[in-house]
């Protein structure tokens, strides 16, 4: 089985300060990890993955994510947050060891950047 | 190319009324998915196609219907739809070997 967690509901950061938006999986295989953002009234964007090799994934519009096995974390993060960054992020796991092309979402985490 | 593109972009039905989420992609991929969006629920999977020809359910089937009518196209039926079937439709589409989805812009589905 595969679950995600991402554990706040709402990120609150003003602009120019870093952030970073929580998520923690649980899989009984090899992980691939993803990110994705959505807009207000848009479908989801693809923003980063990690399949395998270096484990900080830089990903679009400057965001990058570390993927820590030992805590079985996947968090996004970005240096300096824009007004422009608000919107909901979902991260999503899927096991590689089943073959599936099946992921799993989170809940979604809600992000903020205040001018 | 379009990407992946949903019609209609918004529905509103009354109870017991039927109707079909079209959906589309131009990408040729094989893969593809019909999710519900509900707020604090996250994505949920209603039923999925590896490829054309085959459709498997997911994790909130009931009260839904698939048909995978070639390889660009996924659509979502609701025979007799319900208020616990309001919510935002979307379909996403992958190809074999790669790994991320893409998304359409979603359809916003209200029954009464």
């Known amino acids: 089985a595969q679950s995600v967690a991402q554990p706040e509901d709402q990120v609150n950061v003003a602009e120019g300060n870093p952030l970073t938006v929580k998520c923690t999986y649980s899989?009984?295989?090899?992980?691939?990890l993803f990110w994705y953002v959505q807009y207000p009234n848009r479908g989801l964007q693809f923003l980063l993955k990690?399949?395998?090799?270096?484990?900080l994934v830089k990903g679009s519009y400057g965001f990058e994510a570390e993927f820590n096995k030992s805590q079985t974390s996947f968090h996004l993060k970005k240096p300096s947050a824009l007004v422009s960054d608000s919107a909901l992020y979902f991260c999503?796991?899927?096991?590689?060891?089943?073959?599936?092309?099946?992921?799993?979402f989170g809940r979604g985490t809600s992000l903020i950047v205040h001018p | 190319n379009a990407g992946v593109t949903q019609t209609p972009k918004f529905q509103v039905l009354k109870t017991g009324q039927s109707m079909t989420l079209q959906c589309a992609q131009d990408?040729?991929?094989?893969?593809m998915y019909w999710y519900r969006q509900d707020p604090g629920m996250g994505l949920r999977l209603i039923y999925y196609?590896?490829?054309?020809?085959?459709?498997d359910k997911g994790e909130v089937p009931n009260g839904y219907n698939v048909s995978r009518l070639n390889k660009r196209e996924f659509s979502l039926r609701l025979e007799s739809a319900a208020p616990s079937q309001t919510s935002v439709y979307f379909c996403?589409?992958?190809?074999?070997?790669?790994?991320?989805?893409?998304f359409g812009p979603g359809t916003r589905l209200t029954v009464t």
């Open positions: 996403a589409s992958i190809r074999t070997g790669n790994h991320e989805q893409y």
């Open positions: 999503a796991v899927r096991d590689i060891s089943g073959g599936s092309y099946i992921p799993t």
């Open positions: 899989v009984s295989g090899n992980p691939y």
């Open positions: 990690y399949i395998t090799g270096d484990n």
């Open positions: 990408m040729n991929h094989n893969s």
């Open positions: 196609s590896a490829s054309e020809g085959t459709t």
